[in-house]
């Protein structure tokens, strides 16, 4: 078997794989592959190779102290590990390490061992195979060294190349080490002449003309040298700010650069060399002598800049030192006369080119130092008005150095005419111009904090707070304002922060442009806001509040928001202006419109409040120190001035035409005090009124409102004057007094009246001399008032007593309607001993509030009979009647309670038809002696249900009438509680409603149980009465199937009933009930079942009876011709039973088969003779044809027939198997 799947899978290709079968296939693949092979070192030698390791490791400052075992590990793990081609050995910093490979870091410098793949290095030959060596940084300088000091010579003494090939190979080789020799010092900044080393070694005499040739490519690339470093005579920086100092530090670097070629071309290398082909007339000797020639004058020219250019280094280098730019301005006359002085005595530096670029210097320096003191960082970081401070005085300096150079031009103009100024002024301030634009620039920014972003340095800018149903809005407005420009001074911190001020930098102008169109639109957005906030003010006050607010966008000179702020400054006093005309026409217009004073106080008066509201406005205004001052202000000041004047005139014509017209003679004034204080009212009965003249309060009143504006009181009016105080004390008193009586008297009904008719009299009496006997001319009674007072005080006090009391009862009737004497605290339905006590606790507890409040009441009613005890005689009657409405207020609201009590327990007894049932008692029923009976039964619920109406009634008994507990005679009494709620009509009617619930409650358990009985055949059926049933039918399997049917779906209605049923008010818990129903019907059920296990078992045991008893009677062999004929007989008999006896085999297994249907449990033996009885049977046809053979009656008619039998019972008996075994409970 292995042998052919093995060729099998010789001949599978990769479509006919699986990807679990490639997958399986990979690792033998993977297996044939050769093993890397592992180095078998021991210790000794492992050691001896790292130590070889160490000893050729080549590196600067190398130190056998920085080996440490890290760096020893990984050494020892390139020897072990084959595959790793190469080792790298260098210094991480300070710490010497090793790693597989190149390292990934810049290291200066490194030494590498490298092997062939898979080689095993031996201690032996360890320095044969290894292939190591030494790198640095400089890789072109080791190149050149090792070209020019190893290579070279050994190509140029290489003898087995021919002359030619040597010459073309040493050419190539020298061009190449002279272009190196130039790079790699051109880095350092330093021009080198290469000189082959065969110079060095070439004796006096004729030269060779290929040599010659290779020296002329040599000195023609020495003139490309030269000529490219005298070319670079200006310094040139394109994106930088180029200083004074930069210039002179050009020039040393270009005199050293030209020293050193002048060095090199002196030396006597190449000096051999120039001296080879002078001998040679090469055609390149000329142009060689003339950049010879020229590189000594550029020294010379080097040095006098040099010299000239000295003296401005220790001015300018002042220019870093200043503290501030305002100092720095006080250098640049100095630093502008020592230019001017090198531009007229230097021999080279003194053209207007190198002049100007001069000039363009120290404007760069001048630029640069700006740039520093501006801190832009620091600016954008939140500090605005340092922004603006540093950038004007850095505006200021670079404007300061502008004017100095104009006018020190100017003046070395006229001084010489012979060299004019003549200066390019755009070149040399062309990087100052545009350092003065970006510097305004970062104004613009720094405006736009303070103003759009609420940031200054020297204090916080309050958030803008805006009033008017719009003003939440307005501010929403505001702080998105404020986020937008937050976001934006954030882009322009992490974009252009670093180049803002860099004038080379041609970014900035993007990004300035699209910093101004985002101001552009936040300053649309602030002035469609400030529209909206002035759209909204109608006043002055409102006006400077919003300007106040919006303060901060005045800041901002660039754009028009502040032309907008001005604008409605203006607007602001011209409001004011507006507001003092609408003053003056108003009162103008209120001369003709009445007034409660006087028309001449109510005119100054008017005159005066305006004056003082104008004035205050105005103060508001002069205070408003933060304002900007607009040419609309002084005006409206003027005009205020000229209005205040014209107000007071007003004020002073009004008092004096109150003089002349209302000041009369003296004792006219005096005889209108001869008026008793007080008089019965016409109008209302029984109350009282001031009788005061009321001119001579108006009069008074108006000399004091003169008085208090610094106006004198007329003679005329003096003396009445002088009593204003007493007289305003007894109007003061007698309108107190006045209103204390007609107050009490007005709070009484005219029924009321009568009850308290004999303290209103006494109340007269008190009152009396006010009426009849004291004048508003007398002197101040004191006692009259004192006594007036404390006995209307009581009498008031008393009246108090009366109403609270009165509205304490009422409160009480009130709460007593509302008291529900029963209350239904359960939710659902509860037993009746739940639902009992719980009526009673709330009926118990319904009693102890009512006590309470009826105790509240006579409380009341006996705290105010008291008040009445010294003039009780005089008023039994109006008491009597007024105790008695209280007794029958008392009784009205003892029956609402008691209605309410009723018709609560009605509504839960009742339910509509309509309706679903709330039944509020539990009943249990149950089958108990052949009958169903309830528990507890409805005797009981309708006698508690009575108990209750019952204990309601006796409740209210309780209570005593209020005219027996105040002692009212007894003629006057009322009936008492329980006798009003016997008559109470409709009490009787809720109880005979209550009666009739409960007979409607009878009838509908009567139904329930007729229900019930429809069952009750199950409990009155007796045992043998069914035995006997069952007996007296066929017993086939329907039957018995059909009684476990029945059975089973009876119980199932039985189960599916509900636990609990309404019925009306009652639920019915009906558990007992179908327990005891279900017990009955499992008792029958099983009676039944057992009667078919018997009736099954017994018919099983009789077939194989019969089988046993024939087998042994046909099977006797016969002595006998009596004996045969007999066993003949017996034959034809038992042979003709067989069909009969097949035929009952169907119906005696559909019993066995209904037995397994509802897994009857059968004994061992009768389940063995069913599995078994299809054997035995053929076994007994078996016997039977031994018995035909026997008897010699085997005729072909017998057989057939016998074996026709036995395929029918095999095909019955097979039918039967399948069906009992397709329903075994499978596991």
């Known amino acids: 078997m292995a042998s052919s799947s093995a060729v099998e899978d010789e001949h599978l290709t990769d479509s006919d794989l699986t990807d679990d079968e490639e997958r399986s296939v990979e690792p033998r693949q993977e297996e044939l592959r050769p093993e890397t092979p592992k180095p078998s070192y021991s210790d000794e030698e492992l050691h001896q190779l790292v130590g070889y390791i160490q000893r050729m490791s080549v590196l600067s400052c190398l130190d056998h102290r920085d080996w440490h075992e890290g760096t020893l590990d990984i050494i020892r793990r390139w020897l072990l590990e084959v595959h790793e081609p190469i080792l790298t050995i260098y210094y991480d ?73 040597r010459h073309r190979f040493c050419s190539s080789m020298d061009r190449f080490l002279a272009f190196l020799t130039g790079v790699h010092h051109q880095i350092s900044g330093v021009a080198v002449l290469y000189v082959p080393y065969v110079i060095k070694q070439l004796a006096e005499g004729p030269v060779d003309r290929q040599l010659v040739r290779s020296l002329e490519g040599i000195a023609l690339y020495w003139t490309t040298q030269i000529r490219t470093l005298l070319g670079d005579d200006a310094l040139t920086v394109p994106h930088d700010l180029v200083t004074v100092r930069d210039e002179f530090e050009f020039w040393e670097y270009r005199y050293e650069v030209l020293q050193g070629i002048n060095d090199q071309l002196a030396q006597s290398d190449v000096q051999k060399v120039l001296l080879v082909l002078h001998n040679a007339h090469s055609v390149h000797i000329p142009q060689v002598d003339q950049l010879i020639e020229r590189a000594k004058k550029e020294l010379i020219k080097s040095l006098s800049n040099i010299k000239y250019l000295h003296l401005l280094i220790k001015p300018c280098s002042k220019i870093d030192e200043v503290t501030s730019p305002s100092e720095l301005t006080k250098l640049l006359p100095r630093i502008i006369h020592l230019i001017r002085f090198i531009w007229l005595n230097s021999e080279y530096y003194n053209t207007k080119k190198l002049i100007a670029k001069l000039f363009t210097n120290v404007s760069n320096q001048i630029i640069r130092y700006c ?70 620039d970062v104004i613009d920014i720094c405006e736009s904090m303070i103003v759009f972003g609420r940031l ?140 409660w004073l006087s028309k001449h106080v109510s005119l100054a008066l008017n005159y005066r409040i305006n004056l003082e509201r104008l004035t205050w406005i105005r103060d508001r205004l002069k205070n408003a120190q933060w304002l900007p001052t607009v040419k609309e202000s002084a005006p409206a000041l003027a005009k205020f001035e000229s209005l205040r004047h014209e107000f007071q005139k007003e004020i002073r014509l009004a008092y004096e035409d109150w003089v002349a017209k209302c000041c009369g003679f003296s004792a006219d004034l005096s005889q209108r005090l001869d008026r008793y204080l007080m008089v019965r009212s016409r109008k209302f009965k029984g109350l009282l009124e001031c009788n005061i003249d009321a001119s001579v309060l108006e009069l008074c009143e108006q000399a004091q409102h003169f008085e208090r504006m610094g106006f004198a009181i007329p003679n005329t009016l003096k003396k009445l004057y002088e009593r204003y105080d007493i007289i305003r004390s007894l109007y003061n008193g007698v309108i107190q007094i006045a209103l204390s009586h007609n107050r009490i008297l007005s709070v009484l009904s005219e029924r009321e009246r009568k009850l308290f008719r004999p303290l209103i009299q006494v109340c007269d009496r008190q009152l009396a001399p006010g009426i ?129 009590s009723l018709n609560k327990l009605y509504e839960a007894l009742h339910c509509d038809e309509d309706m679903a049932s709330a039944p509020i008692i539990v009943v249990e029923s149950d089958v108990k002696d052949g009958q169903i009976v309830f528990s507890p039964e409805m005797d009981a619920i309708e006698s508690m249900i009575n108990g209750i109406v019952d204990s309601i009634r006796s409740m209210l008994d309780q209570f005593p009438r209020l005219g027996y507990k105040l002692k009212l005679p007894k003629k006057q009494q009322r009936q008492g509680f329980a006798g009003v709620f016997k008559e109470d009509q409709e009490c009787s009617d809720l109880m005979r409603s209550i009666q009739a619930e409960i007979a409607r409650q009878r009838d509908e358990m009567a139904k329930y149980e007729s229900v019930w009985n429809q069952h009750r055949v199950l409990w009155e059926t007796t045992e043998e009465g069914f035995r ?55 008792k029958w ?143």
């Not at 105790?855 to 009597?880: C, G, H, K, P």
């Not at 059975?1047 to 009906?1070: G, H, R």
């Not at 209904?1154 to 059968?1162: A, D, P, R, T």
């Not at 039998?1205 to 409970?1225: R, T």
């Open 93 to 165: 910093k300070d710490a010497l390490s090793a790693c597989l490979g190149i390292p990934t870091i810049c290291v200066s410098d490194l030494s590498y061992f490298r092997r062939e793949p898979n080689e095993i290095f031996s201690v032996e030959c360890f320095h044969d195979e290894v292939n190591f060596g030494t790198l640095t940084s400089d890789v072109d300088g080791c190149l050149m060294e090792l070209l020019d000091r190893l290579y070279v010579p050994f190509f140029r003494n290489f003898t087995e190349w021919n002359g030619t090939v």
């Open 456 to 595: 200054d340095e020297n204090g916080s800018i309050p958030k803008p707070a805006f009033g008017g149903a719009c003003g939440e809005e307005l501010e929403k407005i505001s702080e998105n304002v404020e986020q937008q420009f937050s976001d934006t001074l954030k882009q322009l911190q992490g974009n252009s922060q670093a180049y803002i001020l860099n004038v080379h930098r041609s970014d900035w102008y993007k990004d300035v442009a699209d910093f101004r169109r985002s101001m552009q639109k936040l300053e649309e957005t602030v002035q469609r806001l400030i529209s909206n906030v002035f759209q909204q003010v109608s006043n002055v006050e409102e006006t400077l509040e919003a300007l106040q607010a919006m303060l901060f966008y005045s800041y901002r000179q660039r754009g028009t928001l502040r032309k907008t702020y001005l604008k409605e400054v203006s607007k602001l006093w011209r409001i004011f202006s507006r507001e003092m005309d609408a003053t003056s026409r108003k009162l103008l217009e209120e001369h003709k419109q009445e007034s």
């Open 371 to 440: 740039t520093n003191q501006t801190k832009v960082e620091e600016i954008l970081s939140g500090k605005p008005r340092f922004g603006i401070k540093m950038c004007n005085t850095a505006i200021d300096c670079c404007l300061a150095y502008k004017g100095i150079y104009d006018k020190i031009s100017k003046e070395s103009a006229q001084e010489n005419n012979q060299l004019p100024w003549g200066l390019e002024d755009g070149l040399i301030f062309n990087h100052v111009d545009a350092f003065v634009e970006r510097l305004n």
């Open 772 to 900: 009849f006997k004291i004048t508003y001319g007398s002197e101040l009674n004191e006692e009259f008032f004192e006594d007036g007072k404390e006995f209307l005080g009581e009498f008031q006090e008393l009246v108090l007593i009366f109403k609270r009391s009165n509205r304490g009862i009422s409160r009480c009737c009130e709460k007593i309607c509302d008291i529900c004497l029963l209350h239904f605290a359960f939710s659902g339905s509860v037993d009746i001993s739940v639902f009992q006590q719980q009526l009673s606790s709330k009926l118990k507890s319904s009693g102890e509030i009512l006590r309470s409040y009826y105790s509240n009441i006579v409380e009341l009613l006996s705290a105010f009979s008291r008040q009445f005890q010294s003039v009780e005689d005089e008023m039994s009657t109006e008491w009597i009647a007024y105790v008695n409405d209280l007794d029958d207020m008392l009784a009205n609201s003892l029956m609402t309670s008691a209605r309410g």
């Open 1085 to 1227: 059920q099983a009676l039944n079942i057992k009667m078919l296990l018997d009736h099954a078992s017994n018919l099983i045991r009789a077939t194989y009876k019969y089988m046993r008893r024939n087998e042994r009677n046909v099977m006797k062999v016969p002595r006998t011709i009596r004996e045969t004929v007999a066993a003949k007989q017996l034959f034809e008999k038992l042979l003709k039973e067989v069909p009969v006896k097949q035929s009952a085999f169907t119906p005696m297994l559909e019993l066995f088969v209904l037995l397994h249907k509802y897994q009857v449990q059968l004994t061992d033996k009768t389940y063995q003779q069913v599995m078994g009885l299809e054997t035995a049977w053929l076994n007994y046809l078996q016997v039977l044809e031994e018995a035909d053979e026997m008897l010699d009656n085997e005729g072909n008619e017998t057989k057939l027939e016998l074996a026709k039998h036995g395929e029918k019972f095999k095909l019955i008996l097979k039918e039967f198997l399948e069906d009992f075994y397709s329903k075994l409970p499978k596991k």
């Open 1028 to 1082: 006997q049933r069952l007996l007296s039918s066929s017993r086939t399997a329907g039957v018995f199937e059909g009684g476990i049917e029945h059975y089973s779906s009876l119980a199932d209605d039985v189960i599916f009933e509900d636990a609990i049923t309404n019925v009306y008010f009652i639920l019915v818990n009906q558990n007992a009930l179908k327990s005891t129903i279900l017990d009955w019907i499992e």
